[in-house]
């Protein structure tokens, strides 16, 4: 038997509803304008905002709503039951003959509501689709419309630059808690580690950023690599887009870049040891060959800078094309 419980989806405040990927890998909670979801959305497919699953609509309940809509069916099922236990009894009673006797007086009503289920509180960040227009909220960071797929480089590249810039901008209280938690010497090891990760975050960002905005206006095959090393890249863009790096900086900061860059390559491949390649490709005259670079903070925003200046000037010469 099939019944059909009518269940009312409400959204929070601001419109939205909750959704759940359900990727078992993933189950990235997110929200979507109701009206985006009920208009714009097919049943076929649905795209999940954090890992690109996609899925049939129906399939994105959160476990929250799931566990509202047992509730509400359960109650509802107590619901038809009594009321056929009170049919067959109210017959019954008719029917009695002078050996049974059948008294029945119908019991309290277990009254069915249907309980609107209500959304987790607004979430801060809005995400309106550069192609379809759908509206996304989530916790951290989304790469994928729920609709369309549309992967929004753009965007996902300025939001992990804030939040590496925060990071940065935190570290002195972080390393209050983490000396509470740990002592000095572990804290001061795990906010090095944290500035480290940093550099390489925002250089491998930057990697898959200009190798996807390139990829927009030209077909020639490229790979994040090429642009690990900022004359190839300045090259590539000059020659396809008829700009390069030298367009939005000034030498020095495209030395710096260089530099940074090739310091990113020997910390993840030479734990940081300075060896005769890297004075060859960086050029940098702050080391000798056995020396260990050193990361600071300071460092890392600067090249943050240096790179939120230069993607702006990339995406701006890939729209115009
Ligand atoms: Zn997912
Ligand atoms: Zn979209």
């Known amino acids: 038997m099939i ?20 990727h078992e890998e993933c189950e990235f909670v997110f929200k979507v304008h109701i009206e985006d979801w009920k208009s714009k959305i097919t049943e076929e497919r649905v795209h999940c905002p954090r890992c690109g699953h996609t899925d049939l609509s129906d399939q994105w309940w959160t476990q929250q709503q799931i566990e509202s809509m047992k509730e509400i069916s359960m109650s509802w099922m107590k619901n038809q039951i009594q009321k056929s236990f009170d049919k067959s009894f109210k017959k019954m009673s008719h029917s009695s003959n002078k050996y049974i006797k059948i008294k029945y007086k119908p019991g309290k009503k277990i009254t069915f509501e249907n309980n609107p289920i209500g959304q987790q509180e607004k979430w801060e960040l809005e995400i309106v689709c550069e192609k379809c227009g759908t509206r996304t909220s989530v916790i951290g960071t989304a790469f994928f419309c729920p609709c369309c797929g549309n992967n929004a480089i753009d965007r996902v590249f300025d939001e992990s630059m804030n939040r590496i810039k925060e990071q940065l901008n935190s570290l002195n209280e972080m390393q209050e808690v983490l000396e509470e938690m740990f002592g000095k010497d572990t804290a001061k090891n795990m906010i090095q580690n944290m500035i480290e990760t940093s550099l390489k975050e925002i250089i491998s960002a930057f990697q898959k950023f200009a190798m996807e905005c390139f990829n927009k206006g030209c077909t020639k095959k490229v790979r994040p690599n090429d642009f690990q090393i900022a004359d190839k890249g300045s ?16 030498s020095e900061e495209i030395d710096y870049l260089g530099v940074m860059f090739q310091r990113r390559h020997i910390l993840e491949h030479n734990n940081g040891i300075v060896d005769d390649k890297y004075l060859r490709n960086s050029k940098d005259k ?5 020396q260990r670079v050193v990361c600071k903070k300071d460092h890392v925003l600067r090249l943050l800078a ?16």
């Open 286 to 290: 702050a080391y000798n060959i056995g």
């Open 3 to 22: 019944m059909e419980i009518p269940i009312e989806i409400i959204s929070d405040e601001k419109g939205y509803i909750d959704r759940e990927c359900p």
């Open 306 to 321: 240096t790179i939120t200046k230069l993607s702006e000037g990339i995406s701006e010469v890939v729209r115009m094309k």
């Open 235 to 250: 090259e590539l863009f000059k020659k396809n887009y008829g700009l390069g790096y030298d367009e939005w900086l000034t």
